[in-house]
């Protein structure tokens, strides 16, 4: 603060204008180890309690955006570890899982891809070549009836 602005607050002070805030900072300045010898008064008028307010108003503050910034921290390290457990979780899901050729031929089941494919081929095949291919799609998906 400029020595104009802290004899500002001084006269201020005197006439018992000041606000608690300014105060607050008006005790800072005079009781500053460099501050004139005639503000030695007025720190003595503001006393000690003034000046202890404004140095834990302060020191408050001073706590609360360290807080603020601690608390950020801790929530993008959080999210990292979210993300970082779900992209594993969903890698490890994909690594167990695996594509497999399945056939029920006559109540066997055949699990060889090759042979799978060749059977399939062959029922595709055997489909087409029938003149009468609606009535044998029609036997694959109603075995039933």
Not at 41 to 65: K, N, P, W
Not at 128 to 136: G, I, L, P, R, T
Request: proline residues 3%.
């Amino acid at each position: 603060m400029k020595r104009e602005e802290t004899e500002r607050l001084i006269s201020k002070y005197l006439e018992g204008a000041t606000t608690p805030e300014e105060e607050a900072r008006l005790a800072q300045e005079v009781n500053q180890p460099d501050a004139p010898l005639e503000w030695k008064a007025i720190a003595t008028m503001l006393g000690q309690l003034t000046l202890d307010e404004a140095t834990y108003d302060e020191e408050m503050a001073h706590r609360r955006s360290r807080t603020r910034w601690s608390h950020r921290i801790w929530a993008i390290a959080a999210s990292i570890v979210v993300v970082a457990g779900i992209g594993l979780w969903l890698y490890n899901q994909q690594e167990t899982q695996t594509n497999m050729a399945i056939a029920y031929v006559d109540g066997q089941t055949i699990t060889d891809e090759d042979r799978v494919l060749a059977i399939a081929e062959d029922a595709v095949c055997d489909i087409f070549s029938n003149s009468d291919a609606e009535e044998s799609l029609y036997e694959i998906f109603n075995p039933e009836e």
